[in-house]
């Protein structure tokens, strides 16, 4: 069960824009990460919804949507996401902030995947800006941000044939490909 949820949790980067997503299933998802390990139990992390549709354009202009698609500037109208949480930190932290953070994310979107959804981590943010737009506290700093929504594109998994290429791609066809290393590889006392 859980192995076919984290297949099935890819970093969806287009969605189907006319499905929104509302505050209660963002708090449902905020939730999770609520029940999650921190560090020390400190619960340092908190969380800035995002789900008004005029809010999600002023948003989308101030992050980067994927390094290794550089001809790509991002999904187009109607296939934006519907919804954002930005997970934010206090400027004043642990030194755990970082893990605390990627456990947070990844306990999302897998409960975005279980709903249907889907969502891409993107640390690639304006924070500065988006700091401003949204008037957040002085004191919490942006870590991340997930892009959530409805996914309306393949993602598929395969296996890495170069060892030096691990870059994802997409064919003529639109469909994302993901390569993966295989566990050989990965565990050193195999």
Known sequence: MIRELITKNRSYRRFDQSQPIG???LVQLIDLARLSATAANLQTLRFFLVHEPQDCELLFPHLKWAGYLRYWDGPPHGERPTAYI????????????LTDTGIAAQSILLGATELGLGGCM????????VHELFQLPGQLEIVLALALGKPVEEVVIEDVTDPEDIEYWRDEAGVHHVPKRSLQDLILNH
Do not use: G
């Not at 930005?86 to 902030?97: D, R």
């Not at 993107?122 to 800006?129: L, N």
């Open 86 to 97: 930005l997970i934010l930190s206090p400027t004043q932290t642990s030194k755990f902030h």
């Open 122 to 129: 993107i640390a690639s943010v304006d924070k500065t800006a």
């Open 23 to 25: 505050k209660d299933t």
